[in-house]
Structures are given as C-alpha cells and as structure tokens.
C-alpha cells in the first residue's frame, strides 16, 4: 500500500443513469481518446467524503438529483505521471481516491458543465461502465479497473 500522507485526498463520483449507463465527461481542452472521465475532485480539511462526493458532483457536473448506490471501501491511489508533475507544479505524488455510486433522479436538463463557474468538462455523454477504461487516461486506468468492478452490479455487468 502507498504512503498515503503523499497522496492528494480526493473522491471520484460514478453518476448512473437509471437504465445502467454512466455519465462520462469530456476534460477541458483535452484531445484524443483518453479524454474522457469522471467527475471527481479535492476533499476540504474535516469534509466528510460523501457530502464532498456530492459538492464535487454538482460542481462539476450541475447534477444535484442523485440517490447513493454504493461506495468504494478504503482509499485507492494513483500516480501523477513525471511530466505532469513538472507542469503543473503538483506537490503531491499522487491522489488518493474512495469512490462513490449515485443513481440520477433527476432530468438531463439539471447538467450544467459552467454550474460553478470554471468547469471541467466541455462535453458529456452516457456510456456503458464498461467503455470507460478504454477512454480514459492511461495513468488512472488501474484506478479505473477497480471502479468497474466495483461498480459492476449498478450496471447490471456480470462480475
């Protein structure tokens, strides 16, 4: 297991659709196949994981209508490669993830990529759980396995 003092506290947010799919969105500004992700984000000081899973969602996403499904146990850890650490002055090795189900209950028109005024996404779509690790950035694949699985039953996937 890492040394989890140098890993950036973070919770990724896996939003169903209530026919099984999962809302995926386009990073910013990001080009090629392995543009697509989760929304996910930074835990504040004293913040309990599942309101700030649910504060990250809304941020990013404008999906505010969700019902829990399910959560990952323990942290999982992902390496920031070497040339993104020079880039962007990262001070952490790494980030260290639980993860989170919620089913959307509400309508399509609740998504709004600008809800908190610097977005991270330009574009989303439903996808099978499945598709994701092929669209994906390599370093967060491993992370992203483990997702799948996890999350597998939600999507109605044999595990």
Do not use: C
Request: hydrophobic share 40%; glycine share 10%.
């Amino acid at each position: 297991m890492a040394d989890l003092k140098h890993y950036r506290p973070n919770v990724g947010v896996v939003p169903f659709h209530p026919d099984g799919r999962v809302w995926l969105g386009h990073r910013i500004g990001a080009a090629g196949a392995h543009s697509w992700q989760f929304p996910q984000g930074g835990v504040d000081a004293g913040e309990e994981l599942e309101i700030a899973a649910r504060r990250e969602l809304a941020e990013e996403t404008g999906i505010r209508t969700v019902a829990l499904l399910g959560r990952t146990d323990g942290w999982m850890t992902y390496d920031f490669p070497a040339d993104h650490l020079r880039k962007k002055g990262r001070t952490w090795k790494g980030q260290r993830q639980v993860w989170f189900a919620f089913r959307v209950d509400g309508p399509e028109s609740e998504i709004d990529l600008a809800a908190h005024g610097h977005p991270e996404f330009d574009d989303w779509r439903w996808a099978r759980l499945d598709e994701t690790l092929d669209l994906v950035v390599p370093f967060k694949r491993g992370t992203y396995e483990q997702v799948v699985a996890a999350f597998a039953p939600f999507a109605g996937l044999a595990t």
